[in-house]
């Protein structure tokens, strides 16, 4: 069964940057039919999409945050990465990391299908 | 660009059948897969419907889903609800070619009682 776990610091100053490991088990991060992604939710409110990437490296930022945003991956572990930079409070979220599967026909990855349990980052000093 | 817009709430009875919508801004909702997440409080989304109307197994036939390009939306239907149901749910879309590629609409919380 994959199961996706996110890992990393629960409190982040103002200004600092926030990082967040997904591992993947139960599953390769290196097959070429999932890409792999970045989703968060600020408390009480609806879902973000951060951004994606695939085996390969290849990377997809949402604009609003891409100026800040890194992901990468690792195939060696298993795990692939978030990196948000100069984070305010405004960044206080329950961060997702998901898996999504290539579909064999278009050959896009439009949804979603596994999920971590998320993990809160709170910001502030 | 698109962008999704969903009720922020909706409410039924126990047994009774809910419709949520889903509004898909510009361009052609029947261009693009629309999926349904559902998120209980304090837990991860789940898969509902994908590929506008399909169940993954474990989902019970209750859940339905479908598009109306007259409307330019999606709709997901909950019949026989049950208290279980209680949640939120969300419509979620991909377009390769939009900024972003994926979106989500705002989400629906649904109550039963």
């Known amino acids: 069964q994959l199961q996706l776990q996110e890992s990393g610091p629960g409190l982040v100053k103002p200004s600092e940057t926030l990082s967040l490991t997904c591992t993947v088990s139960?599953?390769?991060?290196?097959?070429?039919?999932?890409?792999w992604g970045w989703i968060r939710q600020p408390p009480g409110k609806g879902l973000e999409w951060i951004g994606s990437?695939?085996?390969?490296?290849?990377?997809y930022y949402n604009p609003s945050l891409k100026s800040r945003v890194t992901i990468s991956v690792d195939t060696s572990k298993n795990q692939f990465s978030l990196k948000l930079s100069s984070v305010t409070a405004a960044d206080t979220a329950v961060y997702y990391c998901a898996r999504l599967p290539v579909d064999f026909w278009s050959g896009s990855p439009y949804h979603f299908d596994y999920w971590g349990q998320g993990t809160l980052v709170t910001v502030s000093s | 660009n698109f962008m999704l817009t969903q009720p922020h709430s909706v409410s039924e009875s126990p047994g009774k059948t809910v419709t949520i919508s889903c509004t898909r801004s510009?361009?052609?909702?029947?261009?693009?897969?629309v999926q349904w997440y559902q998120q209980r409080p304090g837990s991860s989304p789940t898969t509902v419907i994908y590929?506008?109307?399909?169940?993954p197994s474990g989902v019970p036939d209750r859940f339905s889903g479908s598009i109306d390009s007259s409307s330019n939306s999606a709709s997901l239907t909950i019949s026989g609800l049950k208290t279980e149901d209680e949640a939120d749910y969300y419509c979620q879309s991909y377009d390769s070619s939009n900024i972003p590629p994926w979106v989500f609409g705002g989400g629906t919380k649904l109550t039963v009682l």
């Open positions: 990437i695939y085996y390969s490296g290849s990377t």
């Open positions: 510009s361009g052609s909702i029947a261009s693009n897969y």
């Open positions: 139960g599953g390769s991060i290196s097959s070429s039919s999932y890409y």
């Open positions: 590929e506008d109307n399909q169940r």
